[in-house]
């Protein structure tokens, strides 16, 4: 593909008496291009800028002072440890599913595959009232529940398993195609030269889905510390207790403590940079050994 | 659940088949399918009195104009800004091409949260863009404006992550043929570039559509909130659960899962039509 479109801007044969018409025109490039930027300045760069300005209005001391709150402090504990408890789980339940689906025929197989994508596309909001609808006091487990004094909603477990339900599918999702595509066959080899199952799975297949996987944790990383509407519903906004990140922010953003919020907003905004600087070099190392694998 | 695994598949050497399948179909039906089995369970529990009182009700029908008329809105904004940026980034080279490409995904992998938050004060009165706007008479925040503009935002990355990859694998020698034939760079486009991208643009609307229909943390900061004028769906669910109205909040999220499905197998439609496309 490099190489086509080398040899396309290398322009028209030189036996061509006038240029063919094989791009725009310069003028409707740079219209078309001035768009784009535009567009995406006003949607996407602005916003940016946004956070960090308002976040640091007050200064450095009063930012430093917000994210040093000991609300913030609890709220930060709390999404780490919901993203650290969300996100291996999918994680083995992605290994798995890939395992099941790309390893083996199977009737229902199609079925699956959507069922594992269908939480993307349900609104957040419903991934967590489901939850009220099962533990809440007046759900199915409610009684139960409270009877044991156990609390799920308006608690920790709701705001985690309300995170599983959103961030389920972004691990299997990457892991099934990527093993489709490897097959069996280096499964198979391990298998007759006498590993076990578990021996193939961790000396053989995961070595060979790594980056994969590392993707797919990625992303429902990323996901897991934003969550927002399916936490909303469950986590009753307990300030120092059950709010999350988003979730403090938008009790200060309620409260109009602006630059707060936006500093706390900032630390999202830094983590979700990190995310877009590994995928993208995920992506270019794909590529590249694509590229590597299609000179052999 | 299938009665025998090993009847209902072929044989291989490959073990785990059992395990890797049950651990699979009980996380699966723990997190996602007994719970949304017991919503519309639930919502069937309400009794078709109660199920057409609140579907009918004025404020339930404005949210439902409100969610699937802004995200539509939005979603066909996308189709067209989408289009041309994925089309500048496939084809044109600039400098920060490729840091461009990069910041596409951000509306992805931002918190809705910061994103709603951060539109507000960017469209409010006092803000950069809301005090330019107000001196023409233009009012974005608190307004049905205000959750286009959201939607807008996290509907971005759909349009272009999939024409993207079409374009980038659209075969231009057919276009060379064309001119070479004679035709004007018009009716290249027209004829031979766009008519294989119409999947792949219709795919991202439709994407772009259904996230927006259940979008809430970047669209609540921004909307105003004002009952029959611009109250999204997703956020009446979550007034109706707090106001002890259960009843009345799953006859609303149960109607809103199956637009879900619909949308969902819509989508796989349309994947399988771009997937054809790209390959023939």
């Known amino acids: ?296 | 659940m299938f009665g025998g695994a090993t009847a209902i598949r072929q044989r291989s050497i490959i073990p785990g088949f059992e395990l890797s399948l049950g651990v699979t179909l009980s996380y699966l039906g723990l997190i996602v399918i007994i719970p949304l089995c017991v919503l519309l369970l639930n919502a069937s529990d309400a009794g078709w009195a109660k199920i057409w009182a609140e579907l009918s009700s004025p404020r339930t029908l404005a949210a439902f104009r409100v969610s699937f008329g802004i995200a539509f809105l939005a979603a066909a904004f996308n189709a067209g800004f989408g289009f041309i940026v994925a089309w500048v980034l496939v084809r044109y080279q600039f400098l920060g091409r490729r840091f461009i490409d990069a910041m596409i995904d951000l509306p992805f992998a931002l918190p809705t949260a910061v994103a709603g938050i951060s539109l507000t004060q960017l469209y409010a009165e006092k803000g950069w863009l809301g005090s330019a706007l107000a001196a023409t008479g233009i009012k974005v925040a608190f307004t049905p404006l205000g959750i286009l503009v959201a939607l807008v935002f996290v509907g971005l990355p759909f349009v272009v992550r999939t024409v993207q990859p079409v374009l980038q694998d659209f075969d231009r020698e057919t276009e060379e043929a064309g001119a070479l034939l004679g035709a004007s760079r018009t009716n290249i486009l027209r004829r031979i570039v766009f008519p294989p991208l119409i999947p792949a643009v219709t795919t991202g609307f439709t994407l772009a559509f259904a996230r927006g229909i259940g979008e809430y943390g970047s669209v609540i900061f921004i909307a105003g909130n004002m009952p029959g004028y611009s109250e999204i769906v997703p956020l009446l669910i979550i007034i109706k659960l707090e106001q002890f109205d259960y009843a009345g909040a799953t006859v609303i999220a149960a109607l809103m899962l199956v637009a879900s499905f619909i949308l969902l197998f819509t989508i796989n439609l349309l994947q399988a039509w771009t997937r054809r496309q790209q390959g023939g």
């Not at chain 1, 069996?184 to 060979?208: D, I, Q, S």
């Not at chain 1, 630390?267 to 694998?293: C, D, N, P, S, Y």
């Open chain 1, 1 to 296: 593909m490099v190489d086509h479109f080398s040899s396309f801007h290398a322009g028209p044969p030189q036996a061509a008496r006038r240029s063919l018409p094989l791009t725009e025109s310069a003028g409707a490039r740079t219209i078309l291009i001035t768009i784009a930027l535009g567009f995406l300045l006003l949607f996407l760069l602005l916003p940016l800028v946004v956070v960090f300005a308002e976040a640091l209005r007050m200064g450095l001391g009063s930012y430093w002072a917000a994210i040093r709150e000991p609300e913030a402090l609890a709220a930060i504990r709390l999404t780490l440890l919901t993203a650290l408890t969300v996100v291996p789980l999918n994680a083995i339940f992605g290994i798995a599913a890939a395992w099941a689906i790309t390893k083996f025929q199977f009737a229902g197989k199609n079925l699956l595959i959507t069922l594992v994508d269908l939480p993307f596309s349900v609104s957040p909001v419903i991934g967590g009232m489901v939850f009220v609808l099962l533990f809440g006091r007046q759900g199915v487990f409610g009684p139960w529940f409270a009877a044991h004094d156990i609390k799920i909603i308006f608690a920790v477990p709701g705001i985690i398993i309300a995170t599983l339900f959103v961030t389920l599918p972004f691990v299997a999702r990457e892991l099934i195609p990527l093993m489709q595509k490897q097959g069996t066959e280096y499964e198979e080899a391990a298998l007759m030269l006498g590993a076990n199952g578990w021996k193939t799975l961790f000396r053989v297949t995961l070595p060979n889905i790594k980056w994969g996987l590392l993707y797919g944790l990625l992303l429902c990383n990323g996901r897991a510390i934003g969550e927002f509407g399916a936490v909303a519903v469950v986590s009753g906004h307990i300030v120092g207790l059950t709010t999350t990140m988003p979730l403090y922010i938008e009790v200060l953003y309620n409260d109009f403590n602006f630059p707060a919020a936006f500093a706390v907003a900032s630390l999202l905004t830094l983590m979700a940079f990190v995310t877009l600087i590994l995928k993208t070099i995920l992506e270019w190392r794909a590529e590249q050994r694509l590229a590597r694998g299609r000179l052999h």
